[in-house]
T-cell receptor, first 113, second 114 residues
Framework: GNSVTQMEGPVTLSEEAFLTINCTYTATGYPSLFWYVQYPGEGLQLLLKATKADDKGSNKGFEATYRKETTSFHLEKGSVQVSDSAVYFCALSDPGSGYALNFGKGTSLLVTP | SAVISQKPSRDICQRGTSLTIQCQVDSQVTMMFWYRQQPGQSLTLIATANQGSEATYESGFVIDKFPISRPNLTFSTLTVSNMSPEDSSIYLC???????????FGQGTRLTVV
């Protein structure tokens, strides 16, 4: 079956530090890959996505590249801000599973001034 | 895009009772998904609800415990039956995600069973 594994948190960084959150996946087909973010007290929302190999998703300074050879979709940001403090979920969507999302366990990020 | 209204936003319930969560979408959709987010955990799919057919449940979830209705293309309900403290979670409905498109989520229902 499909699964998503992402690095354990919590992650604590100082403002302007470089961020990497690792995500690897297992899928039987050709999934689409996503990063969702959950800010404190808010609902889940899409941060970025990639639908095929070598695609790069980007938004709000965050990037992730769909690497089929390593089955990875690592999230990166060059300079984090306090406002980036949130929980980040890596997820995949596979046509074989009816397009419901498989989520990783989530990584909590705290950025301090 | 889709806007999802989910209610109630939170509730505290007595064990042994049932709670029905409603999910209203502002557009017609074929599939609706129900997820559970236990404290400190990720989202786990409970079931997929298609209009006009019975919901499809994931392993570990059964219809007797989590009956779902899908009377039309914009509305669905999830009932958490015979609740126990282990059912304390956030329950979310979702639409979209087909073909790599964005999925949209309701704000969630935070359920506490005492």
């Amino acid at each position: 079956g499909n699964s998503v594994t992402q690095m354990e948190g919590p992650v604590t960084l100082s403002e302007e530090a470089f961020l990497t959150i690792n995500c690897t996946y297992t899928a039987t087909g050709y999934p689409s890959l996503f990063w969702y973010v959950q800010y404190p007290g808010e609902g889940l929302q899409l941060l970025l996505k990639a639908t095929k190999a070598d695609d790069k998703g980007s938004n709000k300074g965050f990037e992730a590249t769909y690497r089929k050879e390593t089955t990875s979709f690592h999230l990166e940001k060059g300079s984090v801000q306090v406002s980036d403090s949130a929980v980040y979920f890596c997820a995949l969507s596979d046509p074989g599973s009816g397009y419901a999302l498989n989520f990783g366990k989530g990584t909590s990020l705290l950025v301090t001034p | 895009s889709a806007v999802i209204s989910q209610k109630p936003s939170r509730d505290i319930c007595q064990r042994g009772t049932s709670l029905t969560i409603q999910c209203q979408v502002d557009s017609q959709v074929t599939m609706m998904f129900w997820y559970r987010q236990q404290p400190g955990q990720s989202l786990t799919l409970i079931a997929t609800a298609n209009q006009g057919s019975e919901a499809t449940y994931e392993s570990g979830f059964v219809i007797d415990k989590f009956p779902i209705s899908r009377p039309n293309l914009t509305f669905s309900t999830l009932t958490v039956s015979n609740m126990s403290p282990e059912d304390s979670s956030i329950y979310l409905c979702s639409v979209g995600g087909q073909g790599g498109t964005e999925a949209f989520f309701g704000q969630g229902t935070r359920l506490t069973v005492v």
